[in-house]
């Protein structure tokens, strides 16, 4: 271990999601909006929820369980786990010492990590902090996991359609499928109150809409520009959208991201000469003398560059979206959840060697900007074929999931909200369409002490 590791980044990735969703053209009729204000306007087909049968823990048991069984890793081979999220039901327990309980039957308690809390952001530093460690005096020699889960729900209103609930656990070690660009990521990180959650009693979030979208704008912008730079400096090279065959956000919903894409070609229109504009970007010349800080909400910027990147944004981060669209926003997974989305899309062969942008965000805020390579051995038994053959559960899942009229499911969440930190307190929703190996929660006693059960696995020892 005296040398680098090589080739240090994804192995494995494992997703849960919930077994029951809103229909978004339900939810349209059913609030009174205009019939496309969510399916069109955001870009939302359903959105998974949870009952008071699941919570952050739950969920985070349900994915790294599911993971260890699914890809036959044993505890003693995991070295650090570290937890993404926003979703706090402890001031001081992390959620990682809850998953340890599945690691001490094993004998295995030298793990190292905890949890990891900046918004959508969590999952990204989770990630970061296990390639360091991997990459790092301090490794051992064994696997790291990552993992992002959430609970995002809203307060009845214009936000509530962007709810979703997910976690996700990545294996991170070397001689990776998916291997993390090393030494040109970029970061940005400011003080700024566009989302953030003061009610330590209430799930709900305060949201300044047009400021959360200003700030995730310019942290793309800012984020983008650094890694271009960094990527000049380091390897002598140019970067613009044409360097990368698809590039990943983070969603709060899905129109955004499409928005994003095209603010990268707005980023890449800025960056070169008035003379390189007429060759390159002929149809938009007009907008010549536009400065990037202007431009958050000039519509007809937005158009322009909407109409003027749509095969671009066809090609490259649509197929990233089919999780999101599904199952809704899901913070800090949520960007993960587009990658998985990306590899269950795609062919092996489609991925081999492909280079991946993605772009990070967590309000309050934080921002990372970074790469993955995609290996080249796409062969029968290679890590990359493994990875998204073991992937290959999700859309049945996704098809398997129960349907909730929009009138349950603004009743569970007033339930969710009425007993949010109760103590004692019993759960009453039903499991009887829970998917197999979900964890649960059973009750929490008088010392706010939360107890868990498992729905069995099927015989083979996942779904």
Same mark, same amino acid.
């Given at each position: 271990?005296?040398?680098?590791?090589?080739d240090?980044?994804?192995?494995?990735?494992?997703?849960?999601?919930?077994?029951?969703y809103?229909?978004?053209?339900?939810?349209?009729q059913?609030?009174?909006?205009?019939a496309g204000k969510?399916?069109?306007?955001?870009?939302?087909?359903k959105?998974?929820f949870?009952?008071d049968?699941?919570?952050?823990?739950?969920?985070?048991?349900t994915?790294?369980?599911?993971?260890?069984?699914?890809?036959?890793?044993?505890?003693?081979?995991?070295?650090?786990?570290e937890?993404?999220?926003?979703?706090?039901?402890?001031k001081s327990?992390?959620?990682k010492?809850?998953?340890?309980?599945?690691?001490?039957?094993?004998?295995v308690?030298?793990i190292?990590?905890?949890?990891?809390?900046?918004?959508?952001?969590?999952?990204?530093?989770?990630l970061?902090?296990?390639i360091?460690?991997?990459?790092?005096?301090?490794?051992?020699?064994?696997?790291a996991?990552?993992?992002?889960?959430?609970?995002?729900?809203?307060?009845?209103?214009?936000?509530?359609?962007?709810?979703?609930v997910?976690?996700?656990?990545?294996?991170?070690?070397?001689?990776?499928? =998916? %291997?993390f660009d090393?030494? #040109?990521?970029?970061t940005?990180?400011?003080h700024?109150? +566009?989302?953030y *959650?003061p009610? /330590?009693?209430?799930?709900?979030?305060?949201v300044?809409?047009?400021l959360s979208?200003?700030?995730?704008?310019?942290?793309?912008?800012?984020?983008?520009?650094?890694?271009?730079?960094?990527?000049?400096?380091?390897?002598n090279s140019e970067v613009?959208?044409?360097?990368?065959?698809a590039?990943?956000?983070?969603?709060?919903?899905?129109?955004?991201?499409?928005?994003?894409?095209?603010?990268?070609?707005l980023?890449?229109y800025v960056?070169?000469t008035?003379?390189?504009?007429?060759?390159k970007?002929?149809? =938009? %010349?007009?907008?010549?003398? #536009?400065?990037?800080?202007?431009?958050?909400f000039?519509? +007809?910027?937005? *158009?322009?560059? /909407?109409?003027?990147?749509?095969?671009?944004f066809d090609?490259?981060?649509?197929?990233?979206?089919l999780?999101?669209?599904?199952?809704?926003?899901?913070y800090?997974?949520?960007?993960?959840?587009g990658?998985?989305?990306?590899?269950?899309?795609?062919?092996v062969?489609?991925?081999a060697?492909?280079?991946?942008?993605m772009?990070?965000?967590?309000?309050?805020l934080?921002?990372?900007?970074f790469s993955?390579?995609?290996t080249?051995?796409?062969?029968?038994?290679?890590?990359l074929?493994k990875?998204?053959?073991?992937?290959?559960?999700?859309k049945?899942l996704?098809?398997?999931?129960?349907?909730?009229?929009?009138?349950?499911?603004?009743?569970?969440?007033?339930l969710?909200?009425?007993?949010?930190?109760?103590?004692?307190?019993?759960?009453?929703?039903?499991?009887?369409?829970?998917?197999?190996?979900?964890?649960?929660?059973?009750?929490i006693d008088?010392q706010?002490?939360?107890?868990?059960?498992?729905?069995?696995?099927?015989t083979?020892?996942?779904v």
């Open positions: 271990m005296s040398s680098w590791p090589e240090v980044g994804i192995l494995a990735l494992e997703i849960v999601f919930p077994s029951q809103v229909d978004q053209t339900e939810l349209e059913f609030d009174g909006v205009s969510y399916t069109i306007g955001l870009g939302q087909q959105m998974g949870c009952s049968r699941e919570d952050i823990n739950s969920l985070c048991l994915v790294v369980q599911k993971l260890l069984e699914r890809h036959n890793i044993k505890p003693s081979e995991i070295g650090r786990l937890v993404g999220t926003e979703t706090i039901i402890d327990k992390s959620v010492t809850v998953l340890m309980q599945l690691f001490e039957p094993y004998g308690t030298d190292e990590g905890i949890d990891t809390t900046n918004a959508c952001y969590g999952g990204t530093a989770a970061f902090n296990s360091a460690w991997v990459e790092s005096s301090a490794w051992n020699g064994r696997f996991l990552a993992v992002a889960g959430d609970i995002a729900v809203y307060a009845k209103g214009a936000a509530r359609p962007t709810g979703g997910g976690a996700i656990a990545m294996l991170v070690g070397p001689n990776a499928p =998916l %291997i090393r030494g #040109i990521r970029a940005y990180v400011r700024t109150y +566009d989302f *959650k009610d /330590l009693t209430s799930e709900y979030p305060v300044d809409g047009k979208i200003q700030c995730y704008l310019n942290a793309l912008d800012q984020c983008y520009q650094q890694y271009c730079k960094n990527v000049s400096k380091k390897l613009d959208i044409s360097s990368f065959d590039v990943i956000f983070h969603s709060p919903y899905g129109k955004l991201v499409q928005k994003s894409l095209a603010r990268l070609v980023n890449d960056r070169t008035k003379e390189q504009r007429t060759q970007f002929s149809e =938009l %010349i007009k907008f010549n003398n #536009i400065k990037l800080e202007d431009s958050y000039d519509r +007809d910027v937005e *158009k322009a560059f /909407l109409n003027y990147s749509k095969e671009i090609k490259k981060t649509s197929p990233s979206l999780i999101a669209s599904q199952v809704g926003n899901m800090t997974p949520s960007l993960y959840g990658l998985v989305s990306l590899l269950i899309n795609k062919k062969s489609e991925l060697g492909k280079k991946i942008a772009f990070s965000y967590g309000s309050g934080a921002a990372s900007f993955i390579t995609v080249h051995n796409c062969g029968p038994s290679s890590p074929q990875l998204v053959s073991n992937l290959s559960y999700i049945p996704l098809e398997q999931r129960q349907k909730i009229e929009p009138q349950k499911f603004e009743s569970t969440l007033e969710r909200q009425k007993t949010c930190h109760s103590a004692p307190y019993e759960p009453n929703g039903s499991i009887e369409n829970f998917f197999p190996g979900t964890y649960y929660l059973t009750k008088e706010h002490r939360r107890f868990y059960d498992r729905i069995p696995v099927l083979n020892g996942h």
